[in-house]
């Protein structure tokens, strides 16, 4: 049986969020509306802090559980561990005893952001290798069709028929094209929005509880 | 917002917890409702079975999207999978493993763990260890998942979230192992790469259908029905949108 308190409270802080958008302006008690509801959220910026604070420590205990298990432990989980602790250590004594933290988070992009670029590159790679073997995955008029568009609106979108823009009802074609995709993906987060709309409403009618309580 | 469009959005939100009353009433709910197939969702359900039957563990990463963001959408889905994917697999030798990118998502994947466990009669099974927080920034979080989906002896891999096109890096992973994929995103540049890269991917709303498939409840059958309806309603409002605006009349 779950918690209906912790039910109760979800509902009613999401109602009254709910309201605090839908209220319009100028309507008797928006001003309370909207200041409840910037209040809530308020608070809630303040739990997702606190929430990312304890999901770094699991991570941490984690890796930590990794490096001391019996059966198989995990090296690289040193690393991590290592590079957790320094990075605490450092960030601390920096915010302590310097004016300000910029040579921490010089250290720390120094780092952190060729590692990611790395991993972009790797991206590159897979997407490339992907591209060539979708005909391998998907068979069909779709895959078809997304290769055509994809050429087509990577060359619109280079700018190498640029110079088809001076013949007159080329450019209105041109401009019809590149529309396409925008409203191809408008299509696709109408559909996400309204999806998104019956799960909100599922936690606010209780049917969803993503907390056991 | 101005006036009409908070009143478009009042009206929406109205018409859809209208119609989810509605169709949530034991008489309607009972009516049996036919969805169309979707090969992927076919396959998800083919290959939990076969990890429960040959003791493959089950990993499903919810993506990272903050649960106060706008993108949450997505991730109450991922954590009604996780709940529906624990309850099937807790006769399994091997529990389910969960993954996210983000503080709050990777508590509320530890709890409903906890709640699918004891909903399940078998709360000795849980462990908090398997709902992990992988990495708080998007590359990191990709790097922290790789693992799991290499060395865990993981054979179904349900993605599912808010990610960007990184997530093809551990699409390719889960390939590379041999194991099923089932990937789905609410963000258009995931859902392109998703394409390209794997086997099986949803697009579009079929994400938000993903807990009817698995039978997580009427209500959630409902939910399908409403995206229907709601559907029409906004084809409606734009085609009169579009006649107002082409007759000069604008708000």
Redesign the interface.
């Known amino acids: 049986m779950r918690s209906p308190v912790a039910a109760a409270v979800a509902i009613a802080f999401g109602l009254v969020v709910l309201i605090g958008y839908l209220v319009p302006a100028g309507f008797p008690g928006a001003d309370i509306a909207y200041m409840v509801r910037s209040v809530l959220v308020g608070w809630a910026v303040i739990l997702a802090g606190v929430a990312a604070l304890v999901g770094v420590l699991s991570l941490f205990l984690t890796h930590l559980t990794r490096i001391t298990a019996k059966k198989n432990p995990d090296r690289y989980s040193i690393l991590v561990v290592a590079a957790f602790l320094f990075t605490v250590g450092l960030g601390i004594y920096e915010y302590e005893f310097q004016p300000s933290a910029a040579q921490f988070q010089k250290v720390v992009l120094a780092v952190q952001v060729p590692v990611e670029a790395a991993l972009m590159g790797l991206l590159v790679v897979t997407l490339t290798f992907a591209s060539v073997r979708l005909f391998q995955r998907r068979k069909g008029l779709m895959a078809g069709v997304f290769i055509a568009s994809a050429l087509v609106f990577l060359l619109i979108g280079s700018g190498l028929l640029a110079p088809l823009r001076q013949v007159g009802p080329l450019a209105a074609l041109l401009d019809f094209v590149q529309y396409l995709p925008v409203a191809g993906g408008r299509g696709i987060l109408i559909g996400i929005a309204l999806g998104s709309l019956t799960a909100g409403l599922r936690v606010l009618f209780g049917a969803d509880r993503p907390y056991s309580g | 917002m101005n ?1 009409v469009q ?2 478009l ?2 009206i ?2 109205v018409l ?2 209208g119609l ?2 509605v169709l ?1 009433l034991p008489r309607l709910r009972k009516a049996k409702r036919v969805f169309r197939t979707i090969p992927a969702l076919q396959g998800l359900r083919r290959s939990i079975g076969r990890s429960v039957e040959e003791g493959g563990r089950i990993h499903v990463s919810i993506g990272k999207a ?3 963001s ?1 993108t949450n ?2 991730a ?2 991922g ?2 999978t996780v709940d529906r994917i624990a309850q099937f697999s807790s006769v399994s030798d091997r529990p389910p493993v969960v993954t996210s990118g ?3 998502l ?3 994947s530890q ?2 763990l ?2 699918a466990y ?1 909903a399940a009669n078998a709360l000795e099974q849980y462990d ?2 398997r709902g ?6 998007p ?1 990191s979080y ?3 998942t790789l ?1 799991v989906i290499r060395s865990e002896r993981v054979s179904t891999n349900v993605l599912l979230g808010n990610f960007g ?2 997530v ?2 551990m699409v ?1 992973a889960a390939d590379r192992q041999n194991a099923f994929a089932l990937a789905a995103s ?1 963000a ?1 540049a995931a ?1 392109a ?1 998703l ?3 794997a ?1 099986e991917s949803l ?3 079929e ?2 259908a993903l807990p009817a498939y698995l039978q997580s ?1 009427p ?2 059958q409902a ?1 399908l029905t ?2 229907d309806v ?2 029409w309603v ?1 084809v409606a409002l734009m085609i009169a949108g579009t006649v107002l605006a082409v007759l000069g009349i604008t708000f």
């Open positions: 006036m908070t009143l959005g009042l929406l939100v859809a917890a989810m009353l949530s903050s649960i106060f706008p959408a997505s109450l889905v954590l009604n983000d503080g709050t990777s508590i509320l709890d409903t906890r709640g004891r908090p260890e992990r927080l992988a990495g708080p920034t590359f990709v790097a922290g693992p096109p990184e093809a890096l390719d609410d258009l859902q790469v394409y390209a890269t086997k697009i579009g709303e994400l938000f409840g209500v959630y939910s409403i995206q709601l559907r906004v």
